[in-house]
């Protein structure tokens, strides 16, 4: 098998199993997984950064990038947070724990007044947002499975499987930011379901027609994907843009909300 070397990590394609939380490179001697409980990265660094740890009998080829090392740190969170203790929700810290989607997984931060974040586990800017809860919140992150995550994990369930579209999501949101930042996430709230806007008319919703560039980036320092719908926001010239989550999952979200939104319609 070939190996590409860039930064002395090693690019080759390796399979990650959904049900062990590990990724092995071709020919593990392990015994081979249901192939519908297995999922293809691209880099042994992408699998890391989706929360799977490297299998400990055919030892895959992680290198020694700074990408690759901030990867097992995310392995190491997200290890923590696969199976957490039931904890009830508490004044000065912020609960952590894994919700899923057919998407991927994504880390959800609960706190005393609501649902502080939602990401998903292999976004690169995981680590800083979980650093802008702590600042805003002036609370620790610790693992625990809420009541609230319960809930949260139930809503997912009926948003990403209602066909007749009437999930809607319910969670109270506690999204502290600046005034600014509040004002463009309040507007991302507004959009239904199944319709996109630009930057630019989000801009001019919010009466400052020329903050662009600053509503494109109060729109990537949203916290809560999916309940604050960033994703439906596309350049002025349809083209997806940019996403926190990758633009593959902003396609898929898109194309799922279309399709509910027509079958709703009929």
């Given at each position: 098998?070939?190996?590409?070397?860039?930064?002395?990590?090693?690019?080759?394609?390796?399979?990650?199993?959904?049900?062990?939380?590990?990724?092995?490179?071709?020919?593990?001697?392990?015994?081979?997984?249901?192939?519908?409980?297995?999922?293809?990265?691209?880099?042994?660094?992408?699998?890391?950064?989706?929360?799977?740890?490297?299998?400990?009998?055919?030892?895959?080829?992680?290198?020694?990038?700074?990408?690759?090392?901030?990867?097992?740190?995310?392995?190491?969170?997200?290890?923590?947070?696969?199976?957490?203790?039931?904890?009830?929700?508490?004044?000065?810290?912020?609960?952590?724990?894994?919700?899923r989607t057919p998407l991927?997984?994504?880390?959800?931060?609960?706190?005393?007044?609501?649902?502080?974040?939602?990401?998903?586990?292999?976004?690169?800017?995981?680590e800083t947002q979980l650093?802008?809860?702590?600042?805003?919140?002036?609370?620790?992150?610790?693992?625990?499975?809420?009541?609230?995550?319960?809930?949260?994990?139930?809503?997912?369930?009926?948003?990403?499987?209602?066909?007749?579209?009437?999930?809607?999501?319910?969670?109270p949101l506690a999204r502290?930011?600046?005034?600014?930042?509040?004002?463009?996430?309040?507007?991302?709230?507004?959009?239904?379901?199944?319709?996109?806007?630009?930057?630019?008319?989000?801009?001019?919703?919010?009466?400052?027609?020329?903050?662009?560039?600053?509503?494109?980036?109060?729109?990537?320092?949203?916290?809560?994907?999916?309940?604050?719908?960033?994703?439906?926001?596309?350049?002025?010239?349809?083209?997806?843009?940019?996403?926190?989550?990758?633009?593959?999952?902003?396609?898929?979200?898109?194309?799922?909300?279309?399709?509910?939104?027509?079958?709703?319609?009929?």
């Amino acid at each position: 098998m070939m190996v590409t070397r860039f930064e002395d990590l090693a690019i080759v394609s390796v399979l990650a199993v959904s049900t062990t939380g590990v990724f092995c490179r071709s020919g593990c001697p392990a015994p081979a997984p249901k192939p519908h409980n297995t999922l293809r990265f691209g880099s042994s660094a992408d699998a890391l950064f989706a929360g799977y740890r490297p299998c400990l009998r055919c030892r895959p080829d992680v290198g020694n990038s700074p990408r690759t090392q901030r990867g097992l740190r995310r392995v190491a969170l997200l290890g923590r947070l696969r199976r957490p203790r039931h904890r009830r929700a508490e004044e000065g810290v912020v609960r952590l724990a894994l919700v899923r989607t057919p998407l991927g997984p994504m880390v959800a931060g609960v706190a005393v007044s609501g649902l502080a974040l939602l990401e998903f586990a292999d976004r690169p800017m995981l680590e800083t947002q979980l650093k802008v809860v702590e600042r805003r919140f002036k609370a620790r992150l610790e693992p625990g499975q809420t009541a609230l995550h319960s809930r949260l994990q139930g809503e997912l369930d009926a948003y990403f499987g209602d066909e007749a579209g009437q999930a809607g999501f319910t969670i109270p949101l506690a999204r502290p930011g600046t005034p600014f930042q509040e004002r463009v996430w309040d507007a991302l709230t507004r959009i239904p379901a199944g319709i996109t806007t630009s930057y630019a008319a989000l801009a001019a919703q919010i009466g400052q027609p020329s903050a662009v560039r600053a509503v494109a980036r109060a729109n990537g320092m949203n916290r809560l994907a999916l309940l604050v719908p960033c994703h439906r926001v596309i350049a002025s010239d349809g083209s997806l843009s940019g996403y926190g989550g990758g633009t593959w999952r902003k396609a898929a979200l898109l194309e799922r909300e279309r399709r509910v939104a027509g079958f709703r319609a009929q």
